[in-house]
């Protein structure tokens, strides 16, 4: 079986203020009848993690209504100062009236990756005219949008490969990451990957045990065919299975170690410097 590389990168953590990830807990265990595992807070997220062999850190969060993303990311900005390893998807919500100038600062910032988009929970479809001024600041001043796109449990109104596509055919180079793989439409989101290079799929999710409904259906070949277009993510804390259980299954295809060490390290430490490059 093949190894892990000494320090991994986790593309996809969740970290929010302690009164908002009680309120997101209680929303999961209500509407999609589940109990996250860890429900820890920021900092004993963060040490758990580095207890576990996790170098840097990039972490989201996002608006789900108008009004908050500026005091979220005001939170951002302190748990950057905080921690000089963590990076982060900001939040944005285009209703906002200081929507735009308030990304612009953001970008600003060295370790502001770009920002995350919950379109189900935002009610936005991607193609939404709104977010268009988001995705030409993004393309310019080459930062990333984090997109929760895949229809999984949520409301596939907003969701799905035939929206995003639509997004895709006025911004072919979009710089995005499409959260869990796609989930539940792995095949449709991976065949992209040859005619968009900006896009990345994270594994979030994906990899739950074989008792999971839903979980990836494709043949591994389909991994090592795309390993440079795929990130290590958790989705930590927020995890109805033990986080150990998708990097297992993962490391059961004994697929190649340059698999490995691309998708737990070095593609993520690319985008990351790329985006560095970027801002300086």
């Given at each position: 079986?093949?190894?892990?590389?000494?320090?991994?990168?986790?593309?996809?953590?969740?970290l929010?203020?302690?009164?908002?990830?009680?309120?997101?807990?209680?929303?999961?265990?209500?509407?999609?009848?589940?109990?996250?595992?860890?429900q820890?807070?920021?900092?004993?997220?963060?040490?758990?993690?580095?207890?576990?062999?996790?170098?840097?850190?990039?972490?989201?969060?996002?608006?789900?209504?108008?009004?908050?993303?500026?005091?979220?990311?005001?939170?951002?900005?302190?748990?950057?100062?905080?921690?000089?390893?963590?990076?982060?998807?900001?939040?944005?919500?285009?209703?906002?009236?200081?929507?735009?100038?308030?990304?612009?600062r953001?970008l600003?910032?060295?370790r502001?990756?770009?920002?995350?988009?919950?379109?189900?929970?935002?009610?936005?479809?991607?193609?939404?005219?709104?977010?268009?001024?988001?995705?030409?600041?993004?393309?310019?001043?080459?930062?990333?949008?984090?997109?929760?796109?895949?229809?999984?449990?949520?409301?596939?109104?907003?969701?799905?490969?035939?929206?995003?596509?639509?997004?895709?055919?006025?911004?072919?180079?979009?710089?995005?990451?499409?959260?869990h793989?796609?989930?539940?439409?792995?095949?449709?989101?991976?065949?992209?990957?040859?005619?968009?290079?900006?896009?990345?799929?994270?594994?979030?999710?994906?990899?739950?045990?074989?008792?999971?409904?839903?979980?990836?259906?494709?043949?591994?070949?389909?991994?090592?065919?795309?390993?440079?277009r795929?990130?290590?993510?958790?989705?930590?804390?927020?995890?109805?299975?033990?986080?150990?259980?998708?990097?297992?299954?993962?490391?059961?295809?004994?697929?190649?170690?340059?698999?490995?060490?691309?998708?737990?390290?070095?593609?993520?430490?690319?985008?990351?410097?790329?985006?560095?490059?970027?801002?300086?």
């Amino acid at each position: 079986m093949k190894k892990l590389p000494e320090k991994i990168i986790d593309f996809h953590v969740h970290l929010f203020p302690d009164r908002l990830f009680d309120a997101i807990w209680k929303y999961f265990s209500r509407n999609y009848q589940f109990d996250v595992i860890h429900q820890i807070y920021y900092r004993e997220c963060i040490d758990y993690l580095r207890e576990k062999g996790v170098g840097p850190i990039v972490y989201s969060n996002y608006a789900h209504r108008k009004g908050i993303a500026d005091n979220l990311n005001e939170w951002n900005l302190r748990v950057l100062e905080e921690y000089p390893d963590l990076y982060c998807l900001a939040a944005y919500h285009p209703d906002d009236d200081d929507a735009l100038p308030m990304a612009e600062r953001l970008l600003d910032h060295p370790r502001i990756l770009g920002f995350k988009l919950q379109l189900s929970v935002q009610r936005l479809y991607p193609q939404d005219e709104r977010l268009v001024p988001l995705y030409e600041m993004v393309m310019d001043r080459k930062r990333r949008i984090l997109f929760h796109v895949g229809p999984g449990h949520s409301e596939a109104e907003f969701l799905g490969l035939k929206q995003f596509k639509k997004v895709l055919a006025k911004f072919p180079e979009l710089p995005a990451i499409v959260a869990h793989m796609g989930a539940w439409e792995y095949r449709g989101f991976m065949d992209i990957l040859d005619d968009h290079p900006g896009i990345y799929l994270d594994t979030a999710y994906a990899f739950l045990p074989e008792e999971f409904e839903n979980a990836f259906n494709l043949d591994p070949c389909y991994l090592e065919k795309y390993k440079d277009r795929i990130l290590y993510g958790s989705d930590f804390p927020n995890l109805i299975a033990p986080r150990e259980s998708e990097i297992d299954r993962l490391l059961r295809y004994d697929l190649s170690q340059d698999f490995y060490r691309k998708v737990f390290y070095e593609n993520g430490m690319e985008l990351i410097n790329t985006h560095k490059e970027g801002q300086s």
